[in-house]
């Protein structure tokens, strides 16, 4: 499979891995590229050791919106503490140096495979490299009517009642 990163590479040429065409990115998940600290990187397309999953691309694409959130919320603080005097602008050119933002760490290789309604089979990290293979009846809470999807309605401010998550 060819990874999309046509649309990056006329931008940021230098940030897409010429061997397997995959986002290059520091570990921030910021794309390799001083010139675009605002663009990051998440899921299939980006040049990480996690084994391609949906799981790996939630996981990686949270950390790139509490660093986004980050940035903004640093953006703000600075816009507002900046004053025209010369202290001001040394405090605030401070702030954004100091802002720390999260950086990834690899994803043990875990999977959760659906199969039928509320179904699956699935390889999850018990503790440190101990791993266990589980089907629905462990697995129970994890494996929703919705695939899901009842997270990413609570990241839109909408929490489901139980009865309507699991439709
Ligand atoms: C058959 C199959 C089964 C899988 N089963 C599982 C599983 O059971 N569990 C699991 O965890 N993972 C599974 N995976 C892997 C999982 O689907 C991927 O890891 C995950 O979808 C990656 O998410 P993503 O957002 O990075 O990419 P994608 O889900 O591929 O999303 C990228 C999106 O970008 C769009 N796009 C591409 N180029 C452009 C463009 N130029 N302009 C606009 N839009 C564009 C695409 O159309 C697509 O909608 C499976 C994959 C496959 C192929």
Redesign the pocket.
Same mark, same amino acid.
């Given at each position: 499979?060819t990874p999309?990163s046509?649309?990056l590479a006329k931008l940021s040429p230098s940030s897409i891995n010429p061997n397997n065409r995959l986002v290059k990115i520091k570990p921030t998940l910021q794309i390799a590229d001083d010139q675009f600290p605002n663009i990051y990187t998440? +899921?299939?397309?980006?040049d990480l050791e996690d084994v391609?999953? +949906?799981?790996?691309?939630?996981r990686?694409?949270e950390m790139c919106m509490r660093n986004i959130c980050k940035m903004i919320t640093a953006q703000n603080e600075s816009t507002a503490t900046a004053t025209t005097t010369a202290a001001g602008k040394n405090e605030s050119k401070k702030a954004k140096q100091d802002l720390k933002l999260e950086t990834h760490a690899t994803m043990p290789p875990q999977?959760?495979?659906?199969f039928g309604v509320a179904k699956?089979v699935a390889q999850l990290r018990l503790f440190g490299w101990i791993f266990v293979t589980a089907r629905d009846f462990f697995l129970k809470r994890f494996f929703t009517y919705n695939i899901l999807a009842t997270r990413a309605w609570g990241w839109l401010g909408l929490t489901l009642s139980e009865e309507t998550a699991d439709l």
């Amino acid at each position: 499979m060819t990874p999309q990163s046509d649309l990056l590479a006329k931008l940021s040429p230098s940030s897409i891995n010429p061997n397997n065409r995959l986002v290059k990115i520091k570990p921030t998940l910021q794309i390799a590229d001083d010139q675009f600290p605002n663009i990051y990187t998440a +899921g299939d397309v980006a040049d990480l050791e996690d084994v391609k999953t +949906g799981g790996a691309a939630w996981r990686q694409s949270e950390m790139c919106m509490r660093n986004i959130c980050k940035m903004i919320t640093a953006q703000n603080e600075s816009t507002a503490t900046a004053t025209t005097t010369a202290a001001g602008k040394n405090e605030s050119k401070k702030a954004k140096q100091d802002l720390k933002l999260e950086t990834h760490a690899t994803m043990p290789p875990q999977i959760l495979l659906y199969f039928g309604v509320a179904k699956g089979v699935a390889q999850l990290r018990l503790f440190g490299w101990i791993f266990v293979t589980a089907r629905d009846f462990f697995l129970k809470r994890f494996f929703t009517y919705n695939i899901l999807a009842t997270r990413a309605w609570g990241w839109l401010g909408l929490t489901l009642s139980e009865e309507t998550a699991d439709l």
